[in-house]
């Protein structure tokens, strides 16, 4: 199986429990990247008061912002590869 092919299914089986969309990345992303990313994500989501798309885009602009000693993740390299998918935006 192919990646592609595995990245079908994985978004298959999340619409048949009920969602309607996933973050996926187009490359393979640093781990502690990936950690800052998403819990910055749910910390706008839980906000309620923008949609994923958002909450997506200001979690990619903190990294972006970020002035701590992980700054190296300004680069895009760490955030651009996020990408919302599906049409529960």
Same mark, same amino acid.
């Given at each position: 199986?192919?990646? +592609?092919? @595995?990245? /079908?299914? /994985? $978004?298959? $089986?999340?619409? /048949?429990?009920?969602?309607? @969309?996933a973050i996926a990345t187009l490359w393979q992303i640093d781990d502690l990247a990936t950690q800052q990313l998403m819990s910055q994500f749910?910390?706008? %989501?839980?906000?309620?008061?923008?949609?994923?798309? /958002?909450?997506?885009?200001?979690?990619?602009?903190? $990294?972006?912002?970020?002035? +701590?000693?992980? +700054?190296?993740?300004?680069?895009?390299?760490?955030?651009?590869?996020?990408? %919302?998918?599906?049409?529960? %935006?």
């Amino acid at each position: 199986m192919n990646k +592609s092919e @595995n990245y /079908e299914q /994985e $978004l298959n $089986l999340a619409r /048949e429990i009920g969602d309607k @969309n996933a973050i996926a990345t187009l490359w393979q992303i640093d781990d502690l990247a990936t950690q800052q990313l998403m819990s910055q994500f749910y910390t706008f %989501l839980k906000q309620g008061n923008m949609t994923k798309a /958002e909450a997506l885009r200001q979690a990619q602009l903190t $990294l972006i912002n970020n002035n +701590s000693a992980n +700054s190296q993740w300004q680069d895009p390299y760490y955030w651009a590869a996020f990408i %919302l998918i599906g049409n529960g %935006l």
